[in-house]
């Protein structure tokens, strides 16, 4: 079993829609959680920063955590063709001293007009 | 705020030869860099990471001698490619960070061996 699951898509939905997108993971250890958009042939853009459980709420998108489920999601509310892209997951062990990233293998999305 | 840049975008060269690629923090000062490589349609592996004034701890599987990194700076961390080869060619991305956690991304650098 992989330390970060993400179903790779793709996902495609009308504009207007709201998106889920999620992962799962199995380490206890992973206490920071992280969502990037990564364009094509761009680097990763952060979204999202989360350290404990519950909801993070910026502009249009929702970071949603579930330590006791150790499963994570992001909302897109109103999507809209510029958020065409791949959606990374990426979570961070805590007591570690590399701050090593654990990437999901992403979502690509695509939001049609 | 939080904006990472890398230079060259695109780089290409003769196998054999050895390609510089720099990664700068530019509004912030970052206490550790990583360094990422990514093929077509995968996700990132971290390379390596690296703290201002102390040598880059590398990843299993990557060879240190053949990547070479320096973080010589808060600002500035840069990765060598020696004696690059076809199956070298890649997507190479930085990331910076001042706490650890937040990790900025740069834009990449496609290098291309031919």
């Known amino acids: 079993q992989k330390e970060v699951e993400q179903d790779p898509g793709p996902l495609s939905v009308p504009e207007g829609a709201i998106v889920s997108l999620n992962c799962t993971y199995s380490?206890?250890?992973?206490?920071?959680f992280m969502w990037y958009r990564q364009y094509s042939r761009k680097g990763p853009e952060l979204l999202m920063y989360?350290?404990?459980?519950g909801n993070k709420e910026d502009g249009r998108f929702t970071a949603q955590v579930d330590k006791s489920s150790k499963y994570i999601s992001l909302f897109i509310r109103d999507s809209q063709p510029s958020d065409s892209a791949t959606y990374l997951c990426a979570m961070i062990a805590s007591g570690g001293s590399n701050y090593k990233l654990t990437f999901g293998k992403g979502t690509l999305l695509t939001v049609n007009p | 705020g939080a904006v990472v840049s890398q230079h060259p975008s695109w780089v290409i060269c003769k196998s054999g030869t050895s390609v510089k690629i720099e990664c700068r923090s530019l509004?912030?000062?970052?206490?550790?860099m990583f360094w990422y490589r990514q093929f077509p349609k995968q996700s990132l592996m971290l390379m390596a990471t690296s703290n201002e004034g102390s040598k880059a701890t590398y990843e299993q599987g990557v060879e240190k001698d053949k990547f070479l990194i320096n973080h010589a700076s808060l600002t500035l961390s840069t990765l060598t490619v020696t004696s690059a080869h076809p199956e070298d060619s890649s997507f190479y991305i930085c990331?910076?960070?001042?706490?650890?956690?937040?990790?900025?991304f740069g834009p990449g650098t496609r290098l291309t061996v031919t």
């Open positions: 990331s910076a960070s001042s706490t650890g956690q937040e990790q900025y």
């Open positions: 989360t350290y404990s459980s």
């Open positions: 380490n206890s250890a992973f206490q920071y």
């Open positions: 509004d912030f000062q970052a206490t550790t």
